[in-house]
């Protein structure tokens, strides 16, 4: 929740605001017809964790080609993964009174003040790819976005079967690089995997050490480096997304050790690189995170601004990539 500190600044910030949000990064230029006064353009306030990882890259291109293909108005901040600068974005866009506000939450908690506020001046609010923490159900309306708890689940899932290719025998000891500290797919992806493993795996696999290296590649690398000085006997990776996986895998190799084979590596997101290093053999499984919700993300700010009734939850389809199949898809991914 926000401090009176923090809410005093902020309403300081809005009462200033006018047009950008205080500290985030706000792209000049909207995309789509300009908003002007013309009622029947949608003008979108959307704002973005930041550009932390492939996968927020490839999530933001289909943002804002999908909101040029509709032909809204994007208004589009980057919040440089601070929660302080989505709070500040989301007021400046009730300060715009745009028509529908969406946004990626950094973190599940301290949203409902500034959501209350959005409320109160009756702009509809999106969310997307990440979820919130409220006892207000009524402070969004819907989620366009990935089920992370099945994910994880998923990922202990496709880990087994990594297990048996690789002919593995004796205990399995998982070192967990977890993503950005209170994210939604943090917590559930570490939920849904530790699910499967007190189910069937109590008695041959554990997670000797667990830490964030916040979705990015430095973070991935400098964390699984001080992992194999603590625990040099991990025999396996999981990551809660590739880009800390692709970090890890510097560390893994600077420690004389293979990737995919003294240490097997199952990761979460399916970008590009990520199948890169699975057809050169240094990750052994994928599991799918889909970004490409922009054109999702339209159609239901279309139905949001029309009042049409939309699901509370709008999941997005993905599959799970074993090492063998990496080469063939390669070619056919969009991300
Ligand atoms: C998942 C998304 C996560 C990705 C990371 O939907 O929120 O954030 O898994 C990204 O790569 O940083």
């Given at each position: 929740m926000?401090?009176?500190?923090?809410?005093?600044?902020?309403?300081?910030?809005?009462?200033a605001?006018?047009?950008?949000?205080?500290?985030?990064?706000?792209?000049?230029?909207?995309?789509?017809?300009?908003?002007?006064?013309?009622?029947?353009t949608?003008?979108?306030?959307?704002?973005?964790?930041?550009?932390?990882?492939?996968?927020?890259?490839?999530?933001?291109?289909?943002?804002?080609?999908?909101?040029?293909?509709?032909?809204?108005?994007?208004?589009?901040?980057?919040?440089?993964?601070?929660?302080?600068?989505?709070?500040?974005?989301?007021?400046?866009?009730?300060?715009?009174?745009?028509?529908?506000?969406?946004?990626?939450?950094?973190v599940v908690t301290?949203?409902?003040?500034?959501l209350?506020?959005?409320?109160?001046?009756?702009?509809?609010?999106?969310?997307?790819?990440?979820?919130?923490?409220?006892?207000?159900?009524?402070?969004?309306?819907?989620?366009?976005?990935?089920?992370?708890?099945?994910?994880?689940r998923?990922?202990?899932?496709?880990?087994?079967?990594?297990?048996?290719?690789?002919?593995?025998?004796?205990a399995?000891?998982?070192?967990?690089?977890?993503?950005?500290?209170?994210?939604?797919?943090?917590?559930?992806?570490a939920k849904?995997?530790?699910?499967?493993?007190?189910?069937?795996?109590?008695?041959d696999?554990?997670?000797?050490?667990?830490?964030?290296?916040?979705?990015?590649?430095?973070?991935?690398?400098?964390?699984?480096?001080?992992?194999?000085q603590?625990?040099?006997d991990?025999?396996?990776?999981?990551?809660?997304?590739?880009?800390?996986?692709?970090?890890?895998?510097?560390?893994?190799?600077?420690?004389?050790?293979?990737?995919?084979?003294?240490?097997?590596?199952?990761?979460?997101?399916?970008?590009?690189?990520?199948?890169?290093?699975?057809?050169?053999?240094?990750?052994?499984?994928?599991?799918?995170?889909n970004?490409?919700?922009?054109?999702?993300?339209?159609?239901?700010?279309?139905?949001?601004?029309n009042?049409?009734?939309?699901?509370?939850?709008?999941?997005?389809?993905?599959?799970?990539?074993?090492?063998?199949?990496?080469?063939?898809?390669?070619?056919?991914?969009?991300?």
């Amino acid at each position: 929740m926000l401090n009176r500190r923090n809410f005093l600044t902020a309403a300081v910030g809005v009462a200033a605001a006018g047009g950008l949000a205080a500290c985030a990064k706000e792209d000049k230029a909207s995309t789509g017809t300009s908003g002007g006064g013309g009622s029947k353009t949608i003008t979108l306030g959307f704002s973005q964790v930041g550009s932390e990882s492939g996968w927020r890259s490839a999530n933001t291109d289909s943002v804002k080609s999908a909101a040029k293909e509709a032909g809204y108005n994007l208004k589009f901040s980057d919040a440089q993964q601070k929660q302080e600068n989505q709070i500040s974005a989301i007021r400046s866009y009730i300060a715009q009174k745009v028509d529908v506000i969406a946004f990626s939450p950094v973190v599940v908690t301290g949203w409902d003040a500034v959501l209350k506020e959005a409320k109160a001046k009756n702009i509809p609010v999106v969310l997307t790819d990440r979820s919130v923490e409220t006892s207000d159900q009524s402070l969004y309306v819907t989620l366009v976005g990935s089920d992370f708890t099945d994910e994880g689940r998923r990922a202990a899932k496709i880990l087994e079967k990594v297990l048996e290719k690789a002919g593995h025998k004796g205990a399995v000891k998982i070192a967990q690089l977890e993503g950005t500290t209170g994210a939604a797919p943090a917590i559930e992806r570490a939920k849904g995997f530790k699910e499967v493993m007190d189910a069937s795996h109590k008695d041959d696999w554990k997670i000797v050490v667990s830490q964030t290296g916040d979705f990015t590649r430095a973070g991935g690398k400098q964390v699984m480096a001080a992992f194999l000085q603590s625990n040099p006997d991990i025999n396996v990776l999981f990551a809660h997304n590739d880009d800390m996986a692709i970090g890890a895998i510097q560390s893994i190799e600077a420690a004389g050790k293979k990737p995919g084979k003294d240490i097997l590596i199952v990761s979460i997101d399916g970008v590009k690189d990520g199948f890169v290093a699975m057809s050169e053999g240094k990750i052994n499984a994928i599991v799918e995170c889909n970004p490409l919700l922009g054109p999702q993300l339209m159609d239901v700010v279309k139905k949001v601004k029309n009042g049409e009734p939309v699901e509370r939850w709008i999941k997005t389809k993905e599959g799970d990539f074993m090492q063998d199949q990496a080469k063939a898809a390669l070619p056919s991914r969009k991300y």
